[in-house]
């Protein structure tokens, strides 16, 4: 099999949650340990941080990174869902695992894994951990798939822990309270493992503190730190911050939520100082500069053009949407136009309610099976005011806004990962 064939392969014979959903999810690590037997353990053989929450996972997971990449590390990281291309979630110092090593492990490995059966992410995530290790990695970070505590990931004995925030998401797996989706994220909390928290609430913190007293892992609450003094917009799409303790720092990746990924980050930052292994502070700064350029990172309030202004973002839930939707309306335009969708799992009721109402919309559907599709997405905006046309595919609705479009417009593209997904898939 060539690349092409081994990834319709992988997509067509192991469940994928990013194509099918709550069928691809498998309770219980029992595949993941004869994963894991079968390669000789290699995720024992390099230093890992683990990344769980509900929001900002993939954004502190590619800052940590490239902190680490600026400190001059050789730095594995592996994160889901993909965008474009299938080896975006398998990445050493921002490089795409190769075709052919996907080939050949797929190749050498079917005898052995085809009777287990294994999702897709159990299956990607040994891949992952085998590339890792035969590449002699310093460091990986490794961003969980889903939940925690049963996460194929959650074999592993990180140096740090980091559990973002907690939102409603995922319900059917994790429960349906903040409490209940804290307990299972809090799962990743390991005996004698630093935790830095970097969200809580009323309902999430006790979790995550009697969690830790039973591990005995120190416990940070990044918000108690309160590292980020200020967080302004930059032109460029980026952000500059002033801080309580590294002074001022840019950060390339754009959106007003990533004041709280920031705040998170700079907190692991003490701890990976106080562990010795950030050593210079300048490389704080140099990394949180150009993580889309030394990790690959894509969709995070990314500017596609100007003139209309162009703007995607994989936010997907109401936690994303609480700051997406404000941020919308700041934007300076004659006429704001709307490519939106959703997805099945998702609470598309209460995120209506965020999203602008002056715009026009253009809403579509993805190319999964998960898509709710575009006249269904209609009718829940028209019932919170939301008005525009339907489209069969991301490529119609963002040419049409295109189309309809002046210089001084603003165009807005997202709802859903998949939507985006479709939109860089198209544009190349």
Known sequence: MNYEETIEYLYNSV??????????????????????????????????????????????????????????????LYTSPHLVDFRERIRINGKCISKEYVVDFVEKERNFFEPLHPSFFELTTALAFKYFAEEKVDYAIIEVGLGGRLDCTNIISPILSVITNISFDHTQFLGDTLAKIASEKAGIIKKGTPIIIGEYCSETRPVFSAKAKEENAPICFAEDCKEIISATPDSKGGMDY?????????????????????????????QLIHMGIIKDKANISKGLAMVTSSTGLRGRWETIRTAPTVICDTGHNVGGWQYLGKQILKQPCKQLRMVFGMVDDKDIDTVCKLLPKDAIYYFTQATTHRAIPAEKVKEEGCLHGLHGQTFSSVKDAYEKALEDADESDFIFVGGSSYIVADFLTWIG
Not at 66 to 74: I, N, R
Not at 249 to 268: E, M, P, R, S, W
């Open 15 to 76: 469940p994928m949650f990013q194509k099918v959903g709550a069928t691809a999810y498998k309770e219980g690590l029992d595949n993941t340990y004869e994963l894991d037997k079968h390669f000789n353990h290699p995720h024992t053989s390099f230093k890992t941080i683990h990344i769980a929450g509900t929001n900002g996972k993939g954004s502190c997971s590619h800052s940590i990174a490239a902190v680490l990449q600026a400190e001059g590390y050789k730095v594995g």
């Open 242 to 270: 002033k801080t309580k303790d590294f002074g001022n720092i840019h950060g390339d990746l754009g959106g007003i939520y990533q004041g709280k990924n920031t705040n998170t980050v700079l907190c692991a930052m003490k």
